[in-house]
């Protein structure tokens, strides 16, 4: 090899690897593992608790309702009065009201098939708080709803929002309308 040959391979590799680091530089923050519209960016309550945890004053709470019928149902009732305009009928973040929010509403509907909803403090977090600790349009419940309340939209959300999604009780054996 030349050393022409050498210093013309050298250069094709050094800009080959400036345009991978602009390209880089350029891609969502992606989290390994999920899918790939969750970004970093996109989803900083749960980039937070992967990287903290669940705040001290939820780490430890459980939720006192049970994943009952009735729970689930009263669930579904605060869902359709607080959430439904901005998460949408099926929990995915597609709401009327929540169109144009930067970041859109996030698609809960997915959430609840993580393990993460299974955190109750981080559910209650999430709703209680809203997105104020992450600047984002996602109102804070704890003075507009009960503590009761929280925790049965909680139990929905864990149940997979059977009743956002249409169903009748006979239908998913969960709720009615």
């Known amino acids: 090899m030349t050393l022409r040959s050498f210093g013309t391979l050298l250069g094709v590799g050094a800009l080959a690897l400036s345009a991978g680091t602009a390209i880089a530089a350029q891609s969502p923050r992606l ?16 980039h937070f608790v992967a990287t903290k945890g669940v705040p001290e004053p939820y780490r430890a709470l459980r939720n006192p309702l049970p994943a009952t019928d009735t729970t689930i149902a009263r669930g579904a009732v605060v869902y359709a009065a607080n959430c439904l305009s901005c998460h949408g009928q099926a929990g995915k ?13 996030f698609d809960i509907a997915w959430l609840s098939e993580m393990k993460i909803s299974r955190i109750d403090g981080f559910m209650y977090w999430s709703i209680a708080e809203g997105g104020r600790p992450f600047s984002s349009a996602m109102p804070a419940f704890d003075t507009s709803l009960t503590k009761d309340e929280i925790w049965a939209v ?24």
Do not use: K, M, N, V
């Open 31 to 46: 989290i390994p593992g999920i899918q790939r519209w969750a970004e970093i960016d996109r989803i900083p309550r749960h």
């Open 93 to 105: 973040g597609d709401g009327a009201a929540g169109r144009g929010s930067t970041p859109s509403p």
């Open 154 to 177: 909680t139990r929905f959300i864990q149940a997979g929002l059977p009743c956002a999604q249409g169903a009748s009780r006979a239908e998913s054996g969960r709720c009615a309308r």
